[in-house]
């Protein structure tokens, strides 16, 4: 079975310094990796994915991540983190055999930039 | 392209009855995914459309079902409510290839309150 934790369920950041939240995950074989994030009363919105390639994936917004295979992380990063950034961030994995494709989410980290 | 829609965006019910939210994918989308957001839970994967076959579903009983019709639209039914199927209700639609690799893009979610 494939899954992915999010160790930290809170993030403060002061705004205009660099963000990351982390994430690992649990797979065999190659991951699959997903970032989301969430909006209050907003559905989730997507920011990127790593499937193969480069470990360095842009996405939406000005964020990256970084796919470390060895320590087995996916953790998600920004330069300069925006007040409007703060919002609820979501890992997720898709299984890598049989017929399933659902996500399978992390628990979510709560993300606070602060003025 | 518009985004994938649900209604109702709010519904308040009562123990036992029933109810049945809407989903209607981006257009061309041929796979459609619901997920049950809980502060307890997170986010769980109810079951999976593609070309109006269900083609996974998610560890849930039986009062929980869905359909896909022609058009790729989704319904998703949950029968005899309990209080503890408070939820937000998420969609998402995927790509036609069907390829786990897809980007799942999400509605902004049905808030379903049971009393």
């Known amino acids: 079975a494939q899954s992915v934790a999010q160790p930290e369920d809170q993030v403060n950041v002061a705004e205009g310094n660099p963000l990351t939240v982390k994430c690992t995950y649990s797979?065999?074989?190659?991951?699959?990796l997903f970032w989301y994030v969430q909006y209050p009363n907003r559905g989730l919105q997507f920011l990127l994915k790593?499937?193969?390639?480069?470990?360095l994936v842009k996405g939406s917004y000005g964020f990256e991540a970084e796919f470390n295979k060895s320590q087995t992380s996916f953790h998600l990063k920004k330069p300069s983190a925006l007040v409007s950034d703060s919002a609820l961030y979501f890992c997720?994995?898709?299984?890598?055999?049989?017929?399933?494709?659902?996500?399978?989410f992390g628990s979510g980290t709560q993300l606070t930039v602060l003025p | 392209k518009a985004g994938v829609t649900q209604t109702p965006r709010y519904l308040i019910k009562t123990r036992g009855q029933q109810v049945t939210l809407s989903c209607s994918p981006i257009?061309?989308?041929?796979?459609v995914s619901w997920y049950q957001q809980t502060p307890g839970q997170g986010l769980q994967f109810l079951f999976e459309?593609?070309?109006?076959?269900?083609?996974n579903k998610g560890n849930f009983p039986g009062r929980f079902s869905g359909r896909q019709f022609s058009n790729s639209r989704s319904e998703m039914n949950v029968s005899t409510l309990e209080l503890g199927d408070s939820a937000l209700y998420l969609c998402a639609s995927s790509d036609t290839s069907g390829s786990r690799t897809d980007t799942q893009y999400f509605g902004p979610g049905t808030r379903l309150t049971v009393l």
């Open positions: 459309y593609f070309s109006e076959t269900q083609r």
């Open positions: 997720a994995v898709t299984p890598l055999s049989g017929s399933a494709r659902q996500l399978t």
């Open positions: 257009s061309g989308h041929r796979s």
């Open positions: 797979v065999s074989g190659n991951p699959y």
């Open positions: 790593y499937i193969t390639g480069d470990n």
